[in-house]
């Protein structure tokens, strides 16, 4: 079993959609959560680093964590192309100062 | 304020010789991660220094090998490269909050 699982996609969705992208993981012990956005060819960007369960919203994101069932979410509001992109889950047990385990990545395409 | 720096952004190299990847980290982080991304893959951890020493280490053979200096900018070493080792090599940076974030990448292919 892996210790990250996420659907690779590809997603495609209308301008303007509401976007799930979902992770599960398979280690109880790990505390932070974190999405990153991946353009193609270009290094990861970090969008939502948080500890523990619960909901964190930034903007149009927002990042909800259930460690009981072991999932992870990122919601996108009011999708734009400029969206379009690979995104990545990770998980650790101390953010940064730990590796992360990462999930392979859900590619989303946005339409105008 | 600069972020991750890294360099050189791609290259090719053959079978059987070695490569070296730099990394500059944001100003002030003084702690950096090494990671590999293969194609459609997420990225895989490889090694992080501190203080110019190896804190941890994923599992990678000993054909990769990094050096941090004073400055806290890093190197990854690759020897005796394998096809296998065609990658997008990101160094990463950590915050103060133990964020991490990641430079654009070396893209490596090995023929």
């Known amino acids: 079993q892996k210790e990250v699982e996420q659907d690779p996609g590809p997603l495609s969705v209308p301008e303007g959609a509401i976007v799930s992208l979902n992770c599960t993981y398979s280690n109880s012990a790990f505390q932070y959560f974190m999405w990153y956005r991946q353009y193609s060819r270009k290094g990861p960007e970090l969008l939502m680093y948080?500890?523990?369960?619960g909901n964190k919203e930034d903007g149009r994101f927002t990042a909800q964590v259930d460690k009981s069932s072991k999932y992870i979410s990122l919601f996108i509001r009011d999708s734009q192309p400029s969206d379009s992109a690979t995104y990545l889950c990770?998980?650790?047990?101390?953010?940064?100062?730990?590796?992360?385990?990462f999930g392979a990545g859900t590619r989303l395409a946005v339409h105008p | 304020d600069a972020g991750v720096t890294q360099s050189p952004t791609h290259l090719i190299k053959t079978r059987g010789q070695q490569v070296t990847l730099r990394c500059s980290p944001k100003s002030g982080h003084d702690t950096v991660s090494w990671y590999q991304q293969a194609l459609g893959q997420g990225p895989q951890f490889i090694f992080q220094y501190y203080e110019e020493e190896e804190r941890q280490r994923g599992n990678f053979p000993d054909r990769f090998s990094g050096h941090q200096f004073p400055n806290y900018s890093s190197e990854l070493n690759v020897n005796a490269l394998l096809l296998g080792d065609s990658a997008l090599y990101l160094c990463a940076s950590l915050g103060f909050g133990g964020e991490l974030f990641f430079g654009e990448g070396s893209r490596l292919t090995v023929l």
């Open positions: 948080t500890y523990s369960s």
């Open positions: 990770a998980q650790s047990f101390s953010g940064g100062y730990n590796k992360l385990i």
